[in-house]
């Protein structure tokens, strides 16, 4: 659930993000460091190509079964898909970041540090 509402991975009520594009750079609540060193969010690319390759397959999807009466070309279709997700961009990117810290937590070797009380 905190994945979903996009909340720190140490506490889970902490938000990450203060804007659309911004981060926090740590916790509000317990102060853990969001991006620790630099390139640490590499990793959340492939995380938002795992996300938006379903996304562009499914609206793709849609709009060549909508369209096949009239047999639109493919890259006609990529291109409309791809302007169709573009308002999606900013959620990909924000949920992209979560998952990846969320998983760095599970599976990293911070988990061990205790949250600050």
């Given at each position: 659930m905190a994945i979903l509402r996009r909340r720190c991975p140490r506490c889970l009520t902490?938000?990450?993000f203060r804007g659309l594009f911004t981060m926090n750079e740590t916790c509000p609540l317990c102060?853990?460091?969001f991006g620790r060193e630099e390139g640490y969010f590499v990793g959340a690319m492939y995380v938002?190509?795992?996300l938006s390759?379903?996304?562009l397959f499914a609206i793709?999807?849609?709009l060549w079964l909508f369209s096949s009466k009239t047999l639109l070309a493919t890259g006609v279709l990529s291109a409309v898909a791809a302007v169709i997700?573009?308002?999606l961009v900013?959620?990909?990117f924000q949920y992209s970041r979560v998952l990846w810290m969320h998983f760095d937590w599970l599976f990293g070797p911070d988990r061990r540090r205790p949250p600050k009380e």
């Open positions: 902490g938000r990450v102060d853990f460091p938002s190509y795992a390759l379903p996304i793709f999807l849609v997700f573009l308002p900013p959620i990909v």
